[in-house]
């Protein structure tokens, strides 16, 4: 799967959902079995984020009930798997002693070739707080007669089977490294991979190489001396499991990548996964030269962070870090390097046209969404706008919305929603209005990172119209709350049911 950072290169593949006082990261991986195509789902709730109770036995315990929906993409209202579960840390007698580790889970599910709806559902089982949802889609796409090969599996730990469970591959348990993040102390990295059909491109028992490396996310360059290349006899499944010694890697984001290449170096496959080194051995960034025409050299110091903190929208969250700390600590040459580095990476060839268009888009946010305590590229919709640029329609009830009324759309409907685990059968509802917050959708044709008919409901939840906070999107990695027209009603509409705004969401006009 691929995140929607267009600007930057982004290092996680998972997505860290925080919402609620719940934090979960979810990481999918798919492959082929002879029993058919499977996904993986591997969840990672935060110990520290959940409450703690007293179970069924009177011990203490922290627990979590997750409810998993996948749906085909062109059939949202027709579910193909559903499953809640809880999910518990060790039962102990005082609560002092309870465990904040991570509660880790894994979902194995069997799906044809396609493309998914995702949803999740995650409830603190000792909170009365609402649930955390989250939506997301699962591409799967293994032939029959062509070679393919899995997505790339880091691993967190490996240890000999006692029984077999969800995570063992042939006589091992493999736990996988749900954050993709190496730490200080982790060196070695091991990785795992399948490859499919290769007797049938290559011929029966014939050999292919599998080629293993890492590149630079920031430099684009590979890795010199770390590389692994194996000889492998052709089958029509070969499972490949190998380390990498890391320890020599400058702290940064890096690629794994693995391809599939013939006797003659010729490339049929390949995957590639993003992941995260700390390491004592920090990037040197501040002792490269800037040229002594580059536009930076000609910002002023008193703008320079105004400059760096802009881009905060627009960035990794490694460049995040980086930036923040700049600012706080870094000199007038540093901030004007990393303000340079940045924009090379935008366009390598014409960084200051690149600098001289987002600046621009920047005093447009900073003109329209800056508060008195804000500036625009700070706010929720300054960052949509730097992110995803000018909506291509804008459906805006700034006044209308907190009348009470609608106008000709009085009605209310009720819509199945597949998502609605609470509510599933919900009712009609007649009402003469909704009050809804000040309210605007923003809808976008295509987004730059690819996808088609992404919107976003903005609201103002003081009914002040001086900031508009983001409550819902369909676009990936963005905010999305499958119950957000109860909260823009301010709980007058039900789960499950379609008024005005929620119309207007799904169309995409007035």
């Known amino acids: 799967m691929n995140k929607r950072i267009f600007f930057i290169c982004f290092v996680f593949l998972s997505f860290l959902a925080m919402g609620q006082n719940v934090k979960v990261v979810y990481d999918f991986r798919t492959y082929y079995s002879l029993q058919g195509n499977y996904a993986e789902i591997n969840t990672s709730i935060d110990g520290f984020s959940l409450n703690v109770k007293k179970g069924e036995n009177n011990k203490w315990v922290k627990s979590a009930e997750l409810t998993t929906i996948i749906c085909g993409i062109n059939a ?37 070739n396609g493309e998914y709806v995702v949803f999740f559902e995650i409830r603190d089982m000792a909170s009365t707080n609402q649930p955390l ?18 997505d790339i599996m880091i691993a ?16 091992k348990d493999i736990i996988p490294n749900v954050f993709n993040t190496l730490s200080l102390s982790q ?42 290349i ?11 499991m190998a380390q990498l010694d890391v320890s020599s890697l400058i702290e940064g984001s890096y690629y794994l990548s693995v391809e599939v290449r013939n006797g003659r170096n010729i490339l049929y496959e390949y995957k590639r996964l993003p992941f995260y080194k700390e390491s004592n051995i920090k990037p040197d960034i501040f002792n490269m030269e800037i040229p002594s025409n580059a536009f930076v ?20 969250e490694n460049e995040r870090s980086a930036i923040q700390k700049t600012v706080r600590t870094g000199t007038p040459e540093q901030k004007r390097y990393l303000i340079y580095e940045f924009y090379k990476r935008l366009d390598n060839n014409y960084p200051e046209s690149a600098w001289k268009q987002y600046m621009t888009a920047v005093d447009y946010v900073n003109a329209h969404y ?12 300054g960052r949509v706008y730097l992110l995803y640029g000018i909506p ?16 000709s759309d009085a009605n209310i409907d009720r819509v199945e929603n597949p998502y609605s685990v609470n509510n599933p059968n919900s009712v009609g509802l007649q009402a003469m209005g909704v009050d809804y917050y000040p309210y605007q959708i923003w809808v976008y044709n295509t987004t730059p990172n690819g996808e088609s008919n992404r919107k976003f409901v903005f609201y103002a939840r003081q009914d002040n119209l001086i900031e508009y906070f983001l409550l819902h999107s369909n676009a990936r990695g963005e905010v999305q709350d499958i119950f957000w027209e109860n909260t823009l009603s301010r709980g007058f509409l039900e789960p499950g049911i379609e008024g005005k705004a929620g119309k207007q969401f799904r169309v995409g006009h007035e």
């Open 76 to 112: 949202p209202d027709s579910a193909i798997y559903v499953d809640k579960r809880v999910i518990k840390s060790p039962e102990v007698e005082d609560s002092n002693q309870i465990t904040n580790a991570s509660l880790l889970d894994m979902q194995r599910v069997s799906l044809d």
């Open 230 to 240: 194996k000889r492998i006899k052709a089958q029509d499944v070969s499972t490949y």
């Open 133 to 150: 949802q989250y939506r997301d889609v699962i591409k799967i796409n293994y032939p029959q007669d062509n070679i393919s090969m899995s």
């Open 392 to 407: 291509d329609n804008v459906i805006d009830e700034k006044y209308g919305a907190s009348s009470g009324f609608h106008n």
């Open 187 to 228: 060196n070695i990295l091991t990785y795992y991979v399948e490859v499919y059909n290769a007797d049938k491109t290559f011929g029966v028992d014939s050999v292919y190489a599998l080629v293993t490396s890492l590149e630079n996310i920031t430099t684009g360059k590979k890795v010199e001396n770390i590389q692994n």
């Open 297 to 316: 050299n000609f910002i002023a110091d008193s703008v320079l962070d105004e400059n760096l903190l802009c881009l905060l929208p627009i960035a990794s």
């Open 156 to 171: 967190d730990t490996i240890k000999n089977t006692t029984k077999a469970n969800v995570y063992t591959r042939g006589n």
């Open 370 to 381: 800056s508060t008195q305590i804000k500036k625009g590229y700070d706010t929720d919709m």
